[in-house]
């Protein structure tokens, strides 16, 4: 069975900070894609960013990147320039090529500070 | 493009009633999936699709009914509805295995709050 596990229920950073999500998964599979979703208080899930598992460079996007170490099973996210609008709870998930199902994590709620 | 589109929004029901949430997608989308988020918590897998025709059951299907008679559209129902029920609930599609940008990405509709007094 694939699980995805988010150690860190809650995480405050003040504005223009980094912080970094933590992310580990467990699977057999080889080919595989990882996502991290935001959820604002609006409920709206929001894709961040996405890793394929084939691709050796990590994923960025603007002020998002990941830190991907397959053989650890380890996807972080990190948040650079941490701004208000980032506060939000953020998913971790996964799922393989030969499977249709996303995996969640329980996620990981985010507060950014003035 | 309107993408993953849930009616309703908001739903109070009483136990023992039924309703279906309706769900519909306009990106061809071969995928479809109903999840609920409890208070506070992830998401769980109620039912998903694979096309149309074709369903299977998630984590958490007792309670739920599932149809995809079309690419487009996937309504949950729910029957006799019960306090443990009440969540929100997501709707969401992709379309797998293209190896292009977007692939394999979920795109959620904007969630259906759903309370069962």
């Known amino acids: 069975a694939q699980t995805v596990t988010q150690s860190q229920p809650e995480m405050s950073v003040q504005e223009a900070e980094t912080v970094t999500l933590s992310c580990t998964y467990d699977t057999s599979e080889n080919n595989y894609y990882l996502f991290w979703y935001k959820q604002p208080p609006s409920r709206q899930m929001i894709l961040v960013i996405r890793q394929e598992a084939y691709k050796q460079q990590n994923a960025t996007e603007n002020r998002f990147s990941v830190n991907f170490q397959k053989a650890a099973k380890s996807f972080s996210l990190k948040i650079s320039d941490s701004q208000l609008g980032d506060t939000a709870m953020y998913f971790c998930a996964f799922k393989t090529d030969s499977w249709g199902k996303f995996q969640f994590g329980a996620g990981t709620q985010v507060v950014v500070t003035p | 493009n309107a993408g993953v589109t849930q009616t309703p929004k908001f739903r109070i029901l009483k136990i023992g009633q039924s309703m279906t949430l309706q769900c519909t997608q306009d990106?061809?989308?071969?995928?479809m999936y109903w999840y609920r988020q409890d208070p506070g918590m992830g998401l769980k897998l109620i039912y998903y699709?694979?096309?149309?025709?074709?369903?299977d059951k998630g984590e958490v299907p007792n309670g739920y009914n599932v149809s995809r008679s079309t690419t487009e559209d996937f309504p949950l129902r729910l029957e006799l509805a019960a306090p443990s029920q009440t969540s929100v609930y997501f709707c969401a599609s992709s379309y797998p295995n293209r190896p292009d940008i977007g692939a394999n990405v979920l795109t959620f509709g904007a969630g259906s709050r759903l309370t069962v007094l």
């Open positions: 990106m061809n989308h071969n995928y």
């Open positions: 699709s694979v096309g149309a025709g074709i369903t």
